[in-house]
């Protein structure tokens, strides 16, 4: 077991209407001027847009406003959000949507708050020292940003996709109202499923420091989401699944499934990083598509925690060797994929990389980590290499 | 389902050794003059105040000490710590210990920044509008006091016992090490694990509103402390064990376990309270001792709870009916008791009450909640009274 530190300072505010509450929260947290970031068009078309100013008319707080997040959310539309927030004297951001409308926002309460090129952080290059504060409206429930400390954009030259993680921009307040998220298409709600379960087995799958009380709500996380994106395959209106699995994305990234282990393995959203940078498919597909090679490649390297997911998260029969309990875990994690229809490999994903492609990433993705990375298994870019070709 | 806030800004720095770094984090959240406030002399007799106190002498941080908070901690000395923080200058409060000092300081912080006597708070005559701002280092892994927002302290008069919570006092960091819970006596730390299990089980036995979500993370964190509990018993100086309970007391009592619930249920607690007003008793011990006559007298009223809290956190036989079923958790949960030293009844306990101090403790237990309360099943004066005679 390692030392760990947890802080997960944002207000929680879930269930029903709630985002009516939004003016009362920004007041509560010192916001005056406002930047009201988004993505796509959805916000617009739901009314949901409309009835946040509203709601900031009716209190008097003066906002701005800049849509355009797109999934993979990118580097321009970042240096766009600081101008305008320094020309408006913006002093708290508002991010209506998912992760890529709350990342964009984090990135560019970065840029606010720090002097010079804010893909520096990104870049590894140095620190931030602050961060504009930040609330959110969550309408899709997958990354879990809107209480993590991490954001990821992808600056459009060379298609480089880069995650930046500190406390300073964990998000002052969240609004879940799990309703917003029942007009999602079918196959964004899977996805948003996938990257769940994924944050909290990116800490799962680790060869240090586990604790029992750790594995028991990961283990228990795992279980509900798995269980509820299945319901929701079949009933996307039901509003205690959407909130089972809403609630889940955000304690699956709030550091809660990581207490005391080694910090995680998180090598699949490295090689997902790559696919996404390069082919901009749905972060969770993407992930789906590389676990189950990423799995079969590391699996005996980190076999007592493959056996105790096989067991307790997937429920799998429990005879035979510890191997052959893992396999039947994986196995197990790709037919789920399958059944809440799910790519499990880069061919389902619809991506046809040449040799060359997948040598280029597999080298970007190590020079991205450093040149090796893992816990569960250490990677280097022949490991890299190994896992993108065997996910064709 | 029911809609909740979730809210737990506590900074936890968790780990060996961590006090050391007790100084900084005074800093970080903005500590001038610190009260240091604790129990008894355990803390000086382990050397850990003299620790800490050289830490801030080398930081150059002022403080005043106070000690004397005792277990069921009381008023007196609470509004002896407001006034040496008024005279002083006090802006920073630091509980070093369990539940009592940091339940104590807690009161003490309400004195501070609130005008008139802070007894009106926990009487339910009005509400604060501030705390002053705590750290907690702890040593007793029990309350759950460290993340959570509440305070129980007891009025010398008439022995009266009673409990406030606002998000105020919750803590702005809590150092949790341990090493230091090492050398509590065996029934202490039994009747910690009986606490953090009670915490977690108040929300538990429900009539309205539960999650999956919270359910499993409950499960999972009393099969955790079950486990490490009889563990201690044998080896108390096992440090996993130790971390694994003292992690799941803030868990257990930080909100978590209690999202999307309709409160929970409490009467437990509040009839313990009568006990720890009248005997003095441990905590921990007074809940166990009520709570086998309470579940007996509830469960029939909450039947789908006790039959699941059997098989998922008791993991009992699950032939026969619901009720035989119930009744086997039950039953288990007690002998659970035993094997780890703990009363179940208040004979075991050593209290010899007679019908008029029964009566009485019903009476003034219904006038505290305000006639009646409950949610696992509504219980007025007579069922109170019931179940303290049953507990006997």
């Known amino acids: 077991m390692f030392d760990f530190n947890y802080f997960t300072p944002?207000?929680?505010?879930?269930?029903?209407?709630?985002?009516?509450?939004?003016?009362?929260?920004?007041?509560?947290?010192?916001?005056?001027?406002?930047?009201i970031h988004y993505g796509g068009g959805s916000v617009v078309r739901s009314g949901l847009l409309k009835r946040v100013t509203d709601t900031l008319d009716e209190a008097g707080i003066s906002y701005v406003t800049l849509g355009g997040a797109v999934p993979n959310p990118r580097l321009g539309l970042v240096y766009e959000g600081i101008e305008l927030c320094k020309k408006e004297n913006v002093d708290f951001l508002l991010a209506v949507g998912g992760g890529s409308a709350i990342d964009s926002a984090k990135a560019i309460g970065y840029g606010v708050a720090n002097e010079g090129d804010v893909w520096d952080f990104y870049d590894y290059k140095r620190k931030a020292t602050g961060c504009l504060p930040l609330g959110v409206i969550l309408t899709i429930a997958a990354t879990g940003s809107e209480m993590s400390d991490s954001s990821v954009i992808t600056k459009e030259e060379g298609l480089v996709k880069r995650g930046y993680s500190s406390d300073y921009s964990r998000p002052r307040f969240a609004i879940m109202n799990p309703e917003l998220t029942m007009t999602l298409p079918d196959y964004q709600t899977a996805c948003g499923c996938t990257d769940i379960m994924m944050h909290t087995m990116e800490r799962y799958f680790t060869n240090g420091g586990n604790m029992?009380?750790?594995?028991?709500?990961?283990?228990?996380?795992?279980?509900?989401?798995?269980?509820?994106?299945?319901?929701?395959?079949?009933?996307?209106?039901?509003?205690?699944a959407r909130a089972e699995v809403m609630w889940a994305g955000s304690l699956a990234h709030n550091g809660?499934?990581?207490?005391?282990?080694?910090?995680?393995?998180?090598?699949t959203h490295k090689l997902e990083h790559e696919l996404g940078g390069l082919y901009d498919v749905a972060h969770g597909a993407g992930l789906a598509a590389i676990w189950g090679s990423w799995a079969r490649f590391v699996y005996k390297d980190c076999l007592p925690r493959f056996k105790k997911f096989a067991i307790n998260v997937m429920e799998v029969d429990e005879s035979g060797s510890d191997e052959e309990i893992a396999i039947r875990g994986i196995e197990a994690m790709e037919e789920f994929y399958r059944s809440i229809n799910i790519p499990t490999n880069l061919r389902e994903l619809g991506i046809k990389a040449t040799d060359e492609e997948l040598a280029l990433m597999a080298k970007k993705c190590a020079i991205g980590v450093g040149g090796e990375m893992g816990s569960a298994k250490v990677l280097n870019e022949e490991d890299m290499l190994a896992i993108f070709r065997a996910s064709m």
Chains 1, 2 share one sequence.
């Open 256 to 267: 809660l499934t990581g207490c005391g282990n080694d910090g995680g393995d998180w090598m």
């Open 212 to 240: 029992e009380l750790t594995d028991a709500l990961a283990e228990g996380l795992l279980r509900t989401v798995k269980k509820n994106a299945l319901i929701l395959c079949k009933d996307p209106k039901n509003y205690d």
């Open 10 to 35: 944002t207000k929680v505010v879930f269930g029903k209407g709630t985002e009516s509450r939004v003016a009362d929260l920004i007041k509560e947290f010192g916001g005056r001027k406002i930047l």
